[in-house]
Every structure is written in C-alpha cells, then in structure tokens.
C-alpha cells in the first residue's frame, strides 16, 4: 500500500506564496523513503509550486510583483471567458512542480530554501500532492 | 526489458502548443507503472514542456503572446549564427520536461489540466520521451 | 550504499551559465542506473539549473540578457536587506532543477542540449546535487 500523500491549503488572498516546507515534510515521512527524489505537484491550472528564499517573507511579494510586470493583467483571449488568463500564464511559466533530492530521510533544500504554493487566482483550496521515488542503485 | 515509450509530434506552426496528454497517457500504459512518477521529456532546444488549461484553446495562444512580448524577437547575439535566440531563450525558460504523479495507473492531472509540447521554432518533428519511476515505501 | 553524488563548481562572474554536463555525467556513471531519471538540483536561492543549445556559447549571454530585461535590477524590496532580490527572482523563474531521462546508463539530451548551472549572484562556490532514480517495470 503506497501511503495516502496529499494536503490541502487554503488560500487567503489573489495572490500569495504559502510556504509548504513543514506539510512536504510530513508527507515525506510517511513515504518511508531515505535516499532519492521528492516531487511537490499542484493539480490545478492558475497555481505553481517554487523554491525560494524563506528567510525573508517580502522576497514572496518581489515574486510576485516581478511576475504582474512581466504578465500584465487584461487583454488576453481568455478573458473574455474566465477573466484569469494571467493567472494560467503565470502558472505556466512557474510550473506545477518541483523536485527536491532526500538523503537519509531529508529534504536536501538549501540553508535559504524553502518549498512555496503559488496561488495566482485566489482565494482557492488548493491540493498538493507529494510523490516519493527511490533512489536506484 | 524497459519498453519503448516515446513519440513523435509532427507541429505544424512556427509557434503553438500541441496537446499530448493522450500520448503520455499511452506511454503510461505500457510502463506498467501503477504508482510514481512520470516525466516527459523534450530533446530540443527550441521546444518546451508546459502543462496548463485544456478547456479553452485559446489560452494557448495567450501563453504565446506573453512569451512574444516578454522575449522580443530580433537583436540576440545567437541571431547572427542561426537566427532563433528568441526560440532558444522561452526554451529555456519554460523549460523541457514536466513532472506529473501516477497513481493507480492514472496521471494526477487537475480537471484544467493538459500536458503540452510547446513548439517555439517550428514546424518541425519533435521526438518526445516519457519516463516512469516507481514509488518508493 | 548510496554513492554520493555531488559537485561543487565556482563560478567567477556575477551572472553566468557554467556547462555541467561533464561533471552530471560522471555522478550517473557512479550511480548505477541503467533507465531511470537524472534530477540536477542546486540547494542555493539566487542559481538555478536550465537546459539549453551547448553549441553556441553566446547564447548563455541571450538568456542572461533576456532575463535582465524581464527582472530589472534595483527597486525591489528585499533589496532594503540583501541587494540581490533580481537574483532571486530569475532563479525562482528558471528553477532549482532540471530532469533528464536516462536510457542505457546515457543522459537522453538532445543533440543540441546541454545542462547549466545558472549563477544569478556571482562569483560563489555552487553545490550541485545529482539524484538518480530507476524506472518502474
């Protein structure tokens, strides 16, 4: 039996990082897996998952402006149905996973890394799910 | 034996996104993988892998839009040797593969989403390779 | 006994692409793996990993060229704190890593691609982590 590795995150604004670091780790505890690669993956279309500085939280908000200047909200062909088409850009563009390497059990982030949620369309639940594959040999 | 699990895209534009989600699903199938991971995988340097809405066709082309507008055609040093650096760079940025979880036989896509080969210098034939590694416990 | 499978490169600009093919390649040798999956990882918050054209050097110089155009220097907040928020920003847009399928114990990358480390706050000493995991039958 492949253990149960999904959790949910509830969104509070339109747009935000939410850091994930401390539920990916409860999620790679239970996959009873030492040594190989831990996939972080977020099943919807206006959201993404990054890896960044966690010590200082205005580094999010940077993201997140640098982002609305590269993908400038209105104009777009789909918003003429759904009104969120920067959001699918951004995500895009971010991906919807991330993969971090596991050595005896643990995440090998960086010192300044941290695993983040990014809600471009919020507020939303949102689920992520955790994959654990084992290192070969 | 490992199978063979990888397939061609013949595009047809200078710039689109093709849906291939029903290629990787019948790659998938023949991995014999039920639970893990899977990644596809681009072997081109003008090509990307993007995973997004499916819905409405016409965000694809607004992804392509923003790509054009953030990465300007013309005025690259690699233009003079081959003419594509703006094909080279959204490569590079969107990146060549995408990560998706398996369980019970099945890709964990979101309802919105679809898995995309983007073409960024085309048409061409574009070879793509699907890769399956199982869950550890 | 997993082999340990890290690198260090030094970089000696404030922004460039170093080519780590070579060295990728020598940690996949040590690991054993015939088919299976090669994640590239790089634990820092200001580098990233792309895949991108090997033949032409002068297109590492587009991509830092086209990235500074997207994320401008100076003006961001966290630059109050640490002076290197762009750096951040691009390294959270291209990615901490990059997965290559292998096939007969050879990295599948295309002809004209090769792998990166992208160093966004240079010079520094980078740790590289290679991680390789076996396809599922």
């Known amino acids: ?3 149960e590795m999904e959790f949910i995150i509830s969104t509070t604004k339109k747009q ?3 850091d994930i670091t401390h539920q990916v ?4 505890a239970k996959s009873g897996v030492n ?3 831990c996939n ?9 998952i990054a890896i960044n500085e966690n010590a200082d939280p205005e580094i999010t908000l940077d993201i997140i402006d640098a982002l609305d ?4 909200e209105g104009g777009w062909r789909h918003d003429r149905i759904d ?6 850009i951004k995500a895009a563009i971010v991906g919807p996973s991330a993969n971090i390497p596991v050595k005896e059990g643990r995440l090998q982030l ?3 890394q941290d695993i983040f949620l990014c809600e471009f369309d919020g507020p939303r639940e949102r689920k992520v799910i955790v994959t654990v594959t084992k290192q070969g040999r």
């Open 1 to 3: 039996m492949v253990p």
């Open 16 to 18: 935000e990082l939410v």
């Open 25 to 28: 780790e409860g999620s790679l």
């Open 35 to 37: 040594d190989g690669l």
């Open 40 to 48: 972080v993956y977020v099943p919807h279309a206006t959201a993404a």
């Open 69 to 72: 200047k590269m993908v400038k």
């Open 83 to 88: 009104n969120n088409a920067a959001s699918h």
């Open 110 to 112: 960086g010192r300044w």
